[in-house]
């Protein structure tokens, strides 16, 4: 049930592009994702609805396949300050309260 | 302040000893959640507050767990005679409702059991 990231890890050179994927035994409604720097409160990054949105901040977008019951979370020439585990919560209601999470995707962004 | 504040940061008790672990939520919030972050795992949930609803204590691992919101505001998750395996990260978030989509988190109170 718990959805599943990868990769595990990551290590990037800043300007490099990384790709994170989420995905699901289970129908989804909803995917969030967060990203967490170590000793830190994750902080929100966007959610994804059914119907296969694709949203974009700044330089990390994402995309959520229904019929994959996957969400893909892109980063493009990726900064210093990307670094951070990145993790997935999944909804298969229409609200937070269950969101079952990833086990993350530590990413590391070197100069 | 501003974002979601826990009290303390950190906290290493002994095996068998209480502890309580509080939680204010940004002011206005509605919905409060706690979850625990152990070692190499994800976010797990375990108990949510919305306004003067039920709380759904669903997530809560035994009954040596239990919470409270007083007034619809400041949260307090308290364990009981505490165990090894309870020693993690607990982690409170609020959001503006319960549908609301994005999840506001304070920086956690890590609880050692010795």
């Known amino acids: 049930q718990q959805p599943v990231q990868s990769p595990q890890a990551v290590i990037l050179r800043e300007g490099e592009d990384a790709v994170i994927n989420c995905s699901s035994s289970k129908a989804l409604y909803s995917v969030h994702w967060y990203r967490q720097k170590h000793g830190e409160a994750p902080v929100f990054l966007m959610i994804?609805?059914?119907g296969g949105e694709q949203k974009g901040h700044e330089k990390i977008s994402a995309s959520f396949n229904e019929k994959k019951q996957q969400s893909s979370l892109y980063l493009t020439a990726s900064q210093l300050s990307y670094s951070g585990t990145y993790f997935c919560g999944t909804s298969n209601a229409g609200n937070n309260r269950k969101l079952i999470w990833g086990l993350g995707t530590s990413l590391a962004v070197n100069p | 302040g501003a974002g979601v504040s826990q009290s303390p940061s950190n906290k290493v008790t002994e095996k068998g000893k209480d502890v309580e672990l509080r939680c204010d939520p940004i002011s206005g919030h509605t919905a409060l959640y706690w979850y625990r972050q152990s070692l190499g795992q994800g976010l797990e949930f375990l108990i949510y507050f919305q306004g003067n609803s039920a709380p759904d204590k669903s997530g809560l691992p035994s009954d040596r767990f239990s919470a409270e919101r007083t007034g619809g505001s400041v949260s307090t998750l308290t364990i009981q005679r505490t165990q090894q395996e309870d020693s993690a990260v607990y982690l409170c978030?609020?959001?503006?409702?319960?549908?609301?989509?994005?999840?506001?988190f304070g920086e956690g109170s890590r609880l050692t059991v010795l």
């Open positions: 978030a609020s959001s503006p409702g319960p549908n609301t989509g994005e999840l506001f």
């Open positions: 994804l609805l059914k």
